[in-house]
Nanobody
């Protein structure tokens, strides 16, 4: 079965950086749009970033609050997608999930495969 495994979360001070990785198995990454979502305690799940399928041009999209600070990228040869997070803020604290979709976009309902999540905590 398809597996998405996130790693790279942790505790970092405000202004610091983290790189999250999402390794996919039994799924050809180039055929899927990949997204990152996050959920903070007591809040709804939030779209963070997405990378369209390679055949769709490999475009990227971000929620406004992370534009200029976060970068989504993928290495199709390694079947891995990344989220580079710079200039982290306490409000970025959440569990971060990667997800795969045939359609892509910002709506989590379009994503059929999900990882287990990785905790990111940003201290002030």
């Amino acid at each position: 079965q398809v597996q998405l495994v996130e790693s790279g979360g942790g505790l970092v001070q405000a202004g610091g950086s983290l790189r999250l990785s999402c390794a996919a198995s039994r799924l050809t990454l180039s055929s899927y749009a990949m997204g990152w979502f996050r959920q903070a305690p007591g809040k709804e799940s939030e779209f963070v970033a997405a990378s369209s399928r390679s055949r769709s041009g490999g475009s990227t999209d971000y929620v406004d609050s992370v534009k200029g600070r976060f970068t989504i990228s993928r290495d199709n040869a390694k079947n891995t997608v990344y989220l580079q997070m710079n200039s982290l803020k306490p409000e970025d604290t959440a569990v971060y999930y990667c997800a795969a979709s045939v359609a892509g976009g910002k709506n989590k309902d379009f994503y059929g495969y999900w990882g287990q999540g990785t905790q990111v905590t940003v201290s002030s």
